[in-house]
């Protein structure tokens, strides 16, 4: 099958602040399709987020690259990275503010079903997916890759999405009790949820540069490839009815 994949940075704002996403869809079919929203890491909207937005378009979704820090910040140091994340992670009512504004862009993409979005994340991006879910919105799926499981402090809400977190059990910034603590919220939430744990397996695992096994952040194949397939699973899962009469009632 023949893809005519386009890309293209996407403005839009919240409040005053201008952030600069990415936009990635198959140009080959003309009706809206289904997006999926990328959060990016800790450093910010970066390539590896703009590649997973590019695979999205190639799934024959549309991949929205969002951006947290606004005007395309980026960090380029441990430092820089974490004083942007930083405001965002201690500030949870701001942060779901910023990305109901990356929601609420999406949907008015000439490319996106507006009914039909989901959401992934990475490290950071993990936790703004989950966040995002826990607003409840009608997002059709939020997936967390080595999330953040820390919850907030925003009134609870039913949790309308169906919850994927992929997870390596070695990962440092996300140990064994708070992998318990999510699966309890998520059931309290009343939501449809599941969680992986892939064993010897630490964060950053998506992530083929991450090479730092002192500080608990290596990249593993095998945990990577097998979290992939279950996400293109429960996407294809909440996707597969689009444009159909039954799509419309799920």
């Known amino acids: 099958m023949t893809m005519n994949i386009t890309t293209k940075p996407v403005e839009y704002m919240d409040g005053d602040t201008k ?10 079919f003309a ?22 937005a590019i695979q999205m378009a190639a ?24 004083a942007l994340m930083g405001p965002f992670k201690d500030d ?14 999406a949907q008015g993409f000439e490319q996106v079903d507006g009914r039909s979005i989901a959401m992934m994340g990475f490290c950071f991006g993990g936790l703004c997916a989950l966040d995002l879910a826990r607003s409840g919105i009608a997002l059709k799926a939020a997936i967390s890759f080595h999330g953040l499981f820390d919850g907030n402090d925003l009134p609870a809400q039913k949790i309308k999405a169906s919850v994927l977190a992929l997870h390596g059990w070695d990962d440092p910034l996300a140990p064994p009790a708070s992998v318990t603590a999510l699966g309890k919220e998520l059931t309290k939430a009343g939501c449809d949820w599941q969680i992986h744990a892939y064993g010897q397996t630490s964060h950053a695992f998506t992530v083929e540069a991450a ?17 992939w397939a279950v996400t293109l699973d429960l996407l294809d899962e909440k996707f597969r009815l689009h444009g159909t009469a039954q799509g419309l009632l799920v």
């Open 31 to 52: 009706d809206p399709k289904p997006c999926v929203m990328i959060g990016h890491d800790w450093s910010g909207r970066n390539g590896f987020a703009e590649d997973k």
């Open 211 to 227: 090479n730092d096994p002192a500080n608990g952040m290596q990249y593993n194949e095998a945990s990577n490839r097998r979290a």
């Open 59 to 82: 799934q024959g979704y549309v991949g929205f690259a969002i951006d947290v820090y606004g005007e395309g910040k980026n960090g380029t140091t441990p430092e820089e990275n974490a």
């Open 92 to 105: 949870r009512k701001m942060l779901l503010k910023r990305l109901m504004a990356a929601y609420d862009a």
């Open 19 to 28: 952030c600069i996403g990415y936009l990635a869809w198959d140009e080959s």
